[in-house]
């Protein structure tokens, strides 16, 4: 049984950090591209940033510079850490595992709030 189970979301000022965490279970971590999308109240899903399994990155734009996506494939866990919080970035954050070939899986979200 696949297993992606998020912490670290909550409520922050603008300006602030926090560090989400996503440890997997029931896959083969280290072949996985794991990323991290995001939903705003009344938007769509998107993406905020992946990681493949060689390490490279990719980001949205909205948060180049702000946003750190991380693996640890010994720990079978995926970060991002996430400073100079705007108030758009409060959404609901997914934790996503995902192969080209098949394989999409799926945290349960967990909810960030930046505040004014």
């Known amino acids: 049984q696949v297993q992606l189970v998020e912490s670290g979301g909550g409520l922050v000022q603008a300006g602030g950090s926090l560090r989400l965490s996503c440890a997997a279970s029931?896959?083969?971590?280290?072949?996985?591209?794991m990323g991290w999308y995001r939903q705003a109240p009344g938007k769509q899903r998107e993406l905020v940033a992946s990681?493949?399994?060689?390490?490279?990155?990719n980001y949205a734009d909205s948060v180049k510079g702000r946003f750190t996506i991380s693996r640890d494939n010994a720990k079978n866990t995926v970060y991002l850490q996430m400073n100079s919080l705007k108030p758009e970035d409060r959404a609901v954050y997914y934790c996503?595992?995902?192969?080209?070939?098949?394989?999409?899986?799926w945290g349960q979200g967990n909810q960030v709030t930046v505040s004014t």
């Open positions: 029931g896959i083969t971590f280290t072949i996985y591209t």
């Open positions: 990681i493949i399994r060689s390490g490279s990155t």
């Open positions: 996503n595992a995902s192969l080209d070939w098949g394989g999409d899986y």
